[in-house]
């Protein structure tokens, strides 16, 4: 089991949450959040765009536990959507292993 965890600017929840659904994941959960960058830094490790040089954004957190095949889809969408884009604020997505959970009843 895999929990997959996507970052995206509040604008772009909506769409995010149509990759979920096309990937398969059709159940999730949201939290806002407001992201902060205070310096420049490098291009590789900067989760808040290439236009930002300093930042405060309105963010959303989604969330899904899923399987390990639906977390890739859903990865290789966000990337292809984010490539098409060429957006400033591309969403990021990654995965957590799942090693234990309580009984689902």
């Known amino acids: ?3 997959i965890i996507i970052l995206s600017i509040k ?11 096309k990937a398969g994941i059709n159940r999730f959960s949201t939290i806002s959040l407001t992201g902060f960058k205070k ?17 405060k954004v309105n963010s959303v957190m989604l ?11 859903t990865i290789e969408r966000i990337n292809q959507c984010n490539e098409e884009a060429h957006n400033s604020f591309p969403a990021h997505a990654f ?11």
Do not use: C, H, I
């Open 63 to 73: 969330f899904s536990f899923t399987d390990e095949e639906t977390a890739r889809q």
């Open 11 to 21: 604008e772009s929840q909506d769409k995010v949450a149509e990759l979920l659904e």
């Open 1 to 3: 089991m895999k929990l």
């Open 95 to 105: 995965t957590l292993n799942v090693d234990e959970f309580s009984k689902f009843l």
């Open 39 to 55: 310096k420049k830094e490098n291009p590789l490790t900067n989760w808040y765009g290439s236009a930002s040089e300093l930042a």
